[in-house]
């Protein structure tokens, strides 16, 4: 878009402005100086250098930089005042009484500004956009001294300015995966322009896809000191290039300073900007004589929500988002010059991969990347730094509304963006209370697109609504069981489905994996009595790729004191000790390999999302957490370094289907003969007309077919003026299948009338009767009464514990016995195992007296027992080859389909390495200190001849109700039976 021409002779009759956003304007002339290059940088710890007049020397001690960048490229991990400073030659003004502006797209935090030692000016906001004029400052033909002195603020005070309470996103110190580094500087171009002392300072432009309609607002700006008359010429084209389709003109009188007129025409016929033909307009104007023109892109559109469902041009559409925090390597917020092109990636990704829309979460996009959603057809849905996190003060309102209200005003004439979010994951409170009353400012600003007020509605006040449509100035209660007068959600949060309040309209749901029965039912039926839902945030991740990660920074040259790199090559060293220290060698050839392995299980997981959700009609849309593994962390669709997870693109492409299968079978691991639910739901996002449609279904396992159905699809023809569900159920039976244990699939067929993807789904079966035999006798303490019978059924001999036990045996089997406080029992177990017996603890629980989770572990070095919430951010459970796994499938990680509620929360760390390792968890780019866990999931330590075994599985509570349980229970025991 933007050509970076200067002229150092003759004046054309016409220079051509560029149509890129400005602070302020619109339109920016090419006549343009980039100011890129030549610039040094200096930090400020002590913060003196405003009284000891940096601006009027070169700074000492300096080291070069180019702009944009970030202040820790540079320095590191520092926080607080920095200094830029670059020198150049402005060239002779080639247009009579013309002006220099200096503009500078963006500098996080607040910005001062000295130009030849003297001030030029000051500004606060770390997006938005903003331009002085140096006109009086700058000497043309001669070298002149830029110097921008730069606060990014931290935790603790600096001239009253502190993270918590200036907008930030997520930003902190210290920095954990999951949040965003304190990063500021200089973020966006800095240039000077040669501009003409009457000009248009900002064009937007209102198109009216109903009736072709397009108003014009132009600020108008006149420096010359007097009055004038004067007529401005504009024309609309294809910005592609083509004949002018309208022109008109428009006579106004200037006084000295700016002026606000609006001019409307009538565009015949437009052609619409949607999905799979963005078509763009341009529109240029400029004074009639006058050299200067100036343009800027638009688009016909109408974006809105009609009865709780998306409407792109009177469309329904079923909204396929993701989102980006716009993080890369190196620059952070800025894309590395290694690789420049890594921003426009994810959205060519996200494009080619079935999304039609893109969240910039808690931060805008760069100026770019909106030209290019523009050009390809990607709806934008933007927010500013102040809608997360944004603490309460004095100045948060005013902070608010500069971030936001300038957000707008910068970015209101790209068609692509299509929603203005306010805030994300906010409570109730003097923040949300302000962004609610905040609507009637964005709409002077521009009322032509969808609001949004906070993501998650994590408010709780039902009695306001979520969003406000074009064209409206309240807050309409869309979604959910928002209503006029409706009573408060309860603030208590259901912890099974993370992030979720109840009947929320716009939804976070954050579920601990693997998924429970229950969440996949809530996702099914969720919105069944209530309006419609929009699923804002969800999805499962993967370990993060640290070791690759680490050596793309490698493989890029990057300074290796960046915080991104450090932490990355942190979490690849701790994770390869673990590696080593548990023994894992030929469980993967490297330990890059789990990682793979990881990411290659998260495209199942996501499947498993799209099923559930694509399979109920009262969800409107879906934003999937997350585009890439920004943040740190592994919930991206790809990686950091913007290449796919193995498998991901397949996923995406079946999940955003506009026809697809959603297969279900539940248990996805059962015994043979064992009654299965089995489920087929049509998603139908209006590609197949109403209409009945014969269907067949088949499950095959090792010997071919082992189940055939025939049904019929049943697409209902809608009542007048109403939309087909976005689903229609077509199968649900208890089937049982007898054949003979491993892997199946669930197979659909549409005999006729299209082509749905998401056509199989896989689960497993177990032979009953087929365990190895229990023999001999143990000691039972503290096991569930239900084990106790299973363990019996088994065949080994069961007497209860206790320390005056007439049981001669080497064997004692422990359940959760942390409320025993009987000493001598704990001494009594500790000696049977100096003397030779084996103690295996199946509840990690055990050990806790009050806080301590380990206090009664019979170990020198006793570490913790960490109850690991797994989530988004999860640990992967990885066997090796062991007798605990014989017959399983191991080794590798565990497939959480297969051992459903054998996956362990719990794992043993701090712990010395044990003399045999069966399982352990490890997670990389999980959101705590350093990014990395991992720790003992089962494993036997020696107590002298004795062994002490500790193990994290859910076995007891689960005996005799799953095939992987019982075959774990079974050889656990065998295993430790065994001198």
């Not at 449509?469 to 869309?478: A, G, I, K, M, R």
């Not at 016995?817 to 030779?836: F, N, Q, Y």
Request: with cysteine; aromatic share 10%.
């Amino acid at each position: 878009m933007k050509r970076r021409h200067f002229l150092s002779a003759a004046v054309p009759a016409t220079l051509s402005f560029s149509a890129r956003p400005a602070p302020g304007a619109t339109g920016v002339a090419e006549f343009t100086l980039p100011l890129e290059t030549g610039w040094r940088i200096c930090t400020d710890p002590d913060n003196r250098g405003r009284t000891a007049r940096w601006f009027d020397q070169p700074l000492a001690g300096a080291i070069e930089t180019s702009v944009p960048a970030i202040i820790q490229q540079h320095f590191p991990g520092y926080h607080g005042v920095a200094w830029y400073q670059c020198e150049f030659q402005a060239p002779a003004h080639p247009l009579r009484g013309g002006r220099y502006i200096l503009r500078f797209s963006a500098v996080d935090y607040l910005a001062e500004v000295w130009l030849n030692g003297a001030p030029a000016g000051k500004h606060e906001g770390g997006e938005t956009p903003f331009a002085f004029d140096v006109t009086s400052l700058l000497k043309p033909g001669a070298t002149n001294r830029l110097t921008v002195r730069v606060l990014n603020p931290a935790k603790e005070p600096i001239d009253g300015y502190t993270l918590q309470e200036i907008p930030h996103r997520n930003k902190d110190v210290p920095f954990t995966p999951g949040r965003s580094f304190d990063t500021g500087g200089i973020t966006e171009p800095v240039e000077l322009v040669m501009a003409p002392a009457v000009r248009a300072d900002d064009l937007f432009i209102r198109a009216d896809p109903r009736t072709g309609a397009v108003r014009v607002r132009a600020e108008l700006r006149n420096d010359t000191g007097k009055a004038l008359a004067t007529r401005w010429k504009f024309r609309i084209a294809p910005a592609a290039g083509g004949s002018t389709v309208v022109a008109f003109e428009h006579v106004t009188k200037l006084a000295p300073g700016e002026k606000t007129v609006e001019i409307e025409t009538i565009l015949a016929h437009p052609r619409l900007w949607d999905l799979a033909d963005p078509y763009l307009y341009r529109l240029s104007v400029a004074l009639d004589g006058g050299p200067v023109e100036w343009s800027v892109r638009f688009g016909f559109r109408d974006f809105r929500i009609v009865d709780g469902y998306f409407r792109l041009n009177g469309r329904r559409i079923f909204l396929r988002s993701t989102h980006t925090g716009n993080h890369a390597p190196i620059g952070q917020i800025i894309a590395p010059r290694e690789a420049p092109d890594l921003l426009r990636r994810d959205l060519l990704l996200a494009k080619t991969s079935g999304f039609n829309a893109v969240r910039f979460i808690a931060g805008v996009a760069h100026p770019y990347q909106l030209d290019l959603c523009d050009e390809i057809g990607l709806m934008v849905y933007e927010e500013c730094y102040a809608g997360w996190e944004l603490k309460d003060s004095p100045a948060m309102a005013a902070r608010f509304d500069e971030a936001t209200l300038g957000m707008v005003r910068r970015d209101r004439n790209h068609p692509s963006v299509t929603i203005w979010g306010l805030l994300n994951e906010t409570d109730d409170g003097p923040v949300f209370r302000h962004a609610v009353a905040c609507l009637p400012a964005i709409r002077k600003l521009d009322d032509t697109r969808l609001v949004l007020l906070s993501s998650g509605r994590w408010d709780c006040q039902r009695s306001i609504g979520s969003a406000s449509n074009p064209d409206t100035s309240d807050w309409q209660h869309v979604w959910g069981a928002e209503a006029p007068g409706a009573e408060p959600a309860s603030r208590k949060w259901n912890s099974m489905l993370g992030g979720y309040f109840e009947k929320a309209g716009d939804a976070h749901v954050y579920p601990r994996v693997p998924q429970a029965a229950e969440v996949n039912q809530f996702f099914s039926t969720v919105g069944r009595d209530t309006k419609p839902v929009f699923l804002s945030e969800y999805g499962i991740g993967s370990m993060m790729n640290v070791i690759r990660e680490a050596r793309r920074f490698e493989q890029a040259g990057a300074n290796p004191n960046l915080e991104d790199f450090a932490l990355l090559r942190s979490m690849a060293e701790r994770l390869t000790a673990d590696w080593i220290r548990f023994r894992m060698d030929g469980v993967y050839p490297f330990p890059e390999d789990l990682l793979e392995a990881s990411q290659r299980l998260m495209a199942r997981h996501r499947r498993l999302g799209f099923d559930h959700i694509r399979s109920n009609p009262k969800i409107c849309g879906f934003n999937v957490t997350g585009m890439l593994d920004h943040g740190i962390t592994g919930e991206g669709l790809w990686r950091f370094w913007r290449d796919w997870k193995p498998g991901m693109a397949d996923a995406l492409e079946d999940g955003w289907a506009p026809l697809r299968w959603c297969l279900f079978v539940n248990p996805t691991h059962a015994y043979s003969g064992t009654p299965l639910r089995v489920e087929a739901v049509l998603a139908n996002e209006d590609v197949l007309p109403p209409g009945e449609y014969p269907a067949r279904f088949r499950i095959c396992g090792p010997e071919g077919v082992a189940w055939d159905f025939r049904t019929t699809a049943r697409i209902p023809r809608p009542a007048s003026g109403t939309d087909a569900p976005l689903a229609v159920p077509a199968l649900d039976q208890e089937v049982r299948i007898d054949g003979p244990a491993g892997r199946y699939e669930l197979v659909a067929e549409l005999e006729r009338g299209g082509a749905p993807f998401g056509r199989r789904t896989e689960f497993d079966l177990s032979a009953p009767g087929a365990l190895p035999p229990l023999s001999g006798a143990a000691l039972a303490w503290g096991l569930p009464t239900q084990a106790v019978k299973w363990l019996l059924s088994q065949g080994i001999a069961l007497e209860t514990y206790s320390n005056t036990s007439a049981l001669a045996s080497d064997l004692i089997l422990i359940g959760d016995v942390s409320k025993s406080h009987d000493d001598a029992l704990w001494a009594d177990i500790r000696r049977r195992m100096e003397r030779g017996a084996t103690a295996v603890f199946f509840a990690p629980q055990a050990f806790r007296e009050g806080k301590d989770s380990t206090a009664r572990l019979p170990l020198a070095k006793k570490g913790r027992a960490w109850d690991f919430h797994d989530w988004l951010y999860h640990k992967e459970c990885v066997a090796r080859r062991h007798p605990a796994f014989e017959g399983l499938p191991a080794p590798g990680i565990l497939d959480w389909y297969y051992y459903g509620p054998v996956i362990p929360r719990y794992f043993f760390d701090g712990l010395d390495a044990p003399d045999e390792t069966a399982a352990a968890a490890f997670a990389t780019g999980y959101s705590t200190p350093g990014g990395y866990a991992g720790g003992l999931l089962l494993g036997a330590y020696k107590l002298g001849p004795g062994r002490l075994i500790l193990n994290t599985f859910r076995l007891l509570e689960h005996a005799g109700t799953h095939p992987a349980v019982d075959r774990m229970l079974v050889n656990i025991v065998r295993w430790a039976a065994r001198r």
